[in-house]
């Protein structure tokens, strides 16, 4: 795959009518005024993050906002996935509510999946609906969560069970924020990027396999290209299908296993792209029991994977019957039909497929998959 050598900024388009809007991919974007410009006309802005991401970011982003808006307001959230529930999302109408914020309020989600989640699902029901933008701070929030309207928080049994289809009007992804972003975030943004390939498209995985010491050294070009076309893969199957009645669900390859073991360690104990990247292997060893790929293919994105710096064994997840305890928590999955699990699963390199799996084959993957 040919990639590119100079950092321009470029612009990725989600194509839905009505809903459609640009990803703008580049440097220092966050805090140029000129990002901002065609936003829809309002009073007020209020600038959503939490506590790590605030004292980084929040003051270039005010300063550009306050161009547009005469009132740009901030609240901080408590940070980690353990914080994406109820009582944190009120804390959002709180200061909506508190501050006599109209319909015509732009929410800004600054931070990671878990802020854009949590700002998106606050924007699609304040009253109602109000616009929002993305501006993602992890690489696993610029090349996944803040795009394509998925909005959530979790609930106790289950992973983004609670949320909303819901379109921000901008994403930019400022590529000068990954400077500060811990290695094992990092990590975990590659697991994303990896998804793609096998899913979609295998030229991508033949670069982010020649690519991967350079995206892990930051690479700004690397990222720069990890980020776009992880952006335009994601734009053509959202394109396809917003509310993943079909092909959307390909985008879950590695989640069925991971969102499992994310809530059953209890959130924020495995990371979510560690819950993505060791749930890649044990779908594709799922997939090669299933006779769709090779033994070739399973141990060459598992040996990606842990490059990645990602975990490729399942945790214990119950001392007595493991298997059992997986398969419990699995069936609680948006894509779960009458209490039959359905896996995305790699039926040839490049090509998912969505299928139910007979128990003892996905219990026996769980066994030889987890330490
Ligand atoms: P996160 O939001 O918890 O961010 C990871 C950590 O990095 C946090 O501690 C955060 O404060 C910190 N951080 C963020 N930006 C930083 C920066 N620039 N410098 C230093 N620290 C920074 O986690 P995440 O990996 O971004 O997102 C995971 C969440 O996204 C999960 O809840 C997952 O369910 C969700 N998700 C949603 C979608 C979707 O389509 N909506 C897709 C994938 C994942
Ligand atoms: N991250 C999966 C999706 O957006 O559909």
């Not at 005010?62 to 980690?80: C, E, F, M, N, W």
């Amino acid at each position: 795959m040919q990639a590119p050598t100079l950092l321009e900024p470029v612009q990725v388009h989600i194509n839905l009518a009505e809903r459609s809007y640009p990803i703008c991919i580049g440097a220092g974007l966050l805090g140029a005024a000129s990002t901002y410009q065609h936003l829809p006309p309002a009073s007020t802005a209020l600038i959503v993050s939490n506590t790590t991401v605030a004292p980084l970011y929040a003051a270039q982003l005010q300063a550009a906002l306050q161009a547009r808006y005469s009132k740009v307001l901030l609240i901080t959230l408590p940070d980690g996935e353990a914080h994406k529930d109820w009582p944190t999302l009120q804390l959002i109408f709180d200061a909506l509510l508190g501050n006599g914020c109209d319909r015509k309020t732009v929410l800004f989600a600054l931070g990671g999946g878990v802020v854009g989640d949590m700002t998106g699902f606050a924007a699609a029901s304040y009253m109602r609906g109000v616009p929002f933008v993305q501006v993602p701070t992890t690489l696993l929030a610029q090349v996944d969560s803040s795009v394509g309207g998925k909005t959530a928080i979790n609930h106790p049994l289950g992973k983004n069970m609670i949320g909303a289809f819901y379109q921000p009007q901008l994403v930019v992804c400022d590529l000068d924020a990954l400077k500060t972003l811990p290695p094992r975030e990092l990590s975990a943004g590659l697991a994303e990027i990896i998804k793609y390939g096998p899913i979609a498209d295998m030229p991508f995985l033949d670069w982010i396999e020649s690519s991967l010491d350079a995206l892990v050294a930051r690479d700004p070009v690397a990222l720069a290209h990890a980020v776009q076309r992880s952006c335009e893969i994601k734009a053509w199957v959202v394109g396809q299908d917003e509310r993943e009645t079909g092909v959307r669900a390909i985008l879950n390859f590695g989640h069925t296993f991971g969102h499992a073991i994310e809530s059953g360690l209890g959130y924020g104990q495995w990371l979510h792209g560690e819950g993505v990247g060791c749930g890649m292997v044990m779908a594709a060893h799922l997939s090669q029991r299933l006779g769709l790929v090779e033994k070739s293919f399973v141990e060459r994105l598992a040996q990606l994977v842990a490059r990645a710096g990602l975990p490729v064994k399942g945790p214990i997840l119950a001392v007595q019957d493991n298997a059992g305890r997986y398969l419990e928590l699995m069936r609680i999955d948006k894509k779960s039909e009458a209490g039959e699990i359905r896996f995305v699963l790699i039926d040839g390199p490049g090509r998912a497929v969505v299928r139910a799996a007979p128990d003892a084959l996905v219990r026996e993957v769980i066994d030889a998959c987890c330490a």
